[in-house]
Nanobody, 126 residues
Framework: QVQLVESGGGSVQAGGSLRLSCVAS????????MGWFRQAPGKERERVAA????????YYSDSVKGRFTVSQANDKKTMYLQMNSLKPEDTAIYYC???????????????????WGQGTQVTVSS
């Protein structure tokens, strides 16, 4: 079992930056994907970025590549999402998620993530 708590959302103007944090508790020892997803009003939840906790290898969707950076703390209990050059289309609720320690498939398979945080709102105004 993994419990996830996000923080760091807020409102910012286009071109600005925000940093989201996700603190994990429970099984933080198994290698797993920890990822960020987002959901805008009226749209499906979509992948944003992820980190493989075993190696620190990172993955990004095309829409955020070059603007967002996902990272993890040395103790692997906290994951960050640094968001730069924000655009109005980045407005969404951002969710932290984690797979089980047994999963070895694609990073962006939403159905593979067993554990989800409560979400944090990010609003980017033009």
């Amino acid at each position: 079992q993994v419990q996830l708590v996000e923080s760091g959302g807020g409102s910012v103007q286009a071109g600005g930056s925000l940093r989201l944090s996700c603190v994990a508790s429970g099984d933080t020892y198994s290698d797993k994907f920890m990822g960020w997803f987002r959901q805008a009003p009226g749209k499906e939840r979509e992948r944003v970025a992820a980190v493989w906790t075993g190696s620190g290898l990172t993955y990004y969707s095309d829409s955020v590549k070059g603007r967002f950076t996902v990272s993890q703390a040395n103790d692997k209990k906290t994951m960050y999402l640094q968001m730069n050059s924000l655009k109005p289309e980045d407005t969404a609720i951002y969710y932290c998620a984690a797979t089980s320690g047994l999963y070895r498939g694609a990073w962006d398979a939403k159905q593979a993530y067993n554990y989800w945080g409560q979400g944090t709102q990010v609003t980017v105004s033009s």
